[in-house]
């Protein structure tokens, strides 16, 4: 199965393009800058990458891809609750679209943060509207390493003392 995945710059994003690697997947990605991607990464990544910037989409043509199968979109922004954020995911999303149709593609995981589910009504009208299948996945904690968990784990592992006031405990974690 050939799958396609955009968001790579949120953690379950890049960790799921790991964990589709076997003889029975294969595996696409759709990264805003490649050599940023790079810079972050903790281990390899068996797919073939392709450098796009999802809000400035127009009419692309195809990397020499196959049709792929399904695809996976991890949202773009980090909040949906902020209005600029919303038109920037709606923007980015429906290029996404347009872009996984160019392949033969109507299947398509909307992975999103549990948080945001109060906000995401604007987001599955466009995906009803585009008439592509589609799943939403309301992700809560995501653990792991090199996810936000771990990295808070290790820097308060790493101290002696654990600030106790909230003031304290924002610039501790900044």
Same mark, same amino acid.
Request: glycine content about 8%; hydrophobic content about 45%.
């Given at each position: 199965m050939n799958v396609v995945i955009s968001g790579l710059n949120n953690y379950?994003?890049?960790? %799921?393009? &790991? $964990?589709? @690697? /076997? @003889?029975?997947?294969? &595996?696409?990605?759709?990264?805003? %800058? $490649?050599? $940023?991607l790079q810079k972050r990464l903790f281990e390899p990544? *068996?797919?073939?990458?392709?450098?796009? /910037?999802?809000?400035?989409? +127009? %009419?692309?043509? &195809?990397? +020499?891809?196959?049709?792929?199968?399904?695809?996976y979109y991890f949202t773009q922004v980090p909040t949906?609750? /902020?209005? !600029? &954020?919303?038109?920037? @995911?709606?923007?980015? $999303?429906? *290029?996404?679209?347009?872009?996984?149709? %160019?392949? +033969?593609? *109507?299947?398509? !995981?909307?992975? !999103?943060?549990?948080?945001d589910k109060i906000f995401i009504e604007p987001i599955v009208m466009l995906l009803k509207e585009s008439g592509v299948k589609y799943t939403v996945v309301l992700k809560h904690s995501v653990i792991g390493r090199d996810s936000l968990i771990d990295r808070v784990v290790k820097k308060v592992c790493n101290h002696r003392f654990f600030p106790y006031s909230n003031g304290s405990i924002k610039r501790f974690f900044q």
């Amino acid at each position: 199965m050939n799958v396609v995945i955009s968001g790579l710059n949120n953690y379950a994003g890049l960790r %799921s393009v &790991g $964990l589709m @690697e /076997d @003889e029975n997947f294969r &595996g696409f990605a759709i990264v805003r %800058s $490649l050599a $940023l991607l790079q810079k972050r990464l903790f281990e390899p990544i *068996n797919a073939e990458f392709l450098e796009m /910037d999802l809000l400035q989409y +127009g %009419s692309v043509s &195809g990397p +020499g891809w196959p049709d792929i199968q399904a695809a996976y979109y991890f949202t773009q922004v980090p909040t949906l609750s /902020d209005p !600029v &954020g919303m038109k920037v @995911e709606l923007l980015c $999303l429906g *290029n996404f679209i347009q872009f996984i149709r %160019s392949f +033969g593609c *109507n299947r398509l !995981v909307y992975v !999103v943060r549990l948080m945001d589910k109060i906000f995401i009504e604007p987001i599955v009208m466009l995906l009803k509207e585009s008439g592509v299948k589609y799943t939403v996945v309301l992700k809560h904690s995501v653990i792991g390493r090199d996810s936000l968990i771990d990295r808070v784990v290790k820097k308060v592992c790493n101290h002696r003392f654990f600030p106790y006031s909230n003031g304290s405990i924002k610039r501790f974690f900044q």
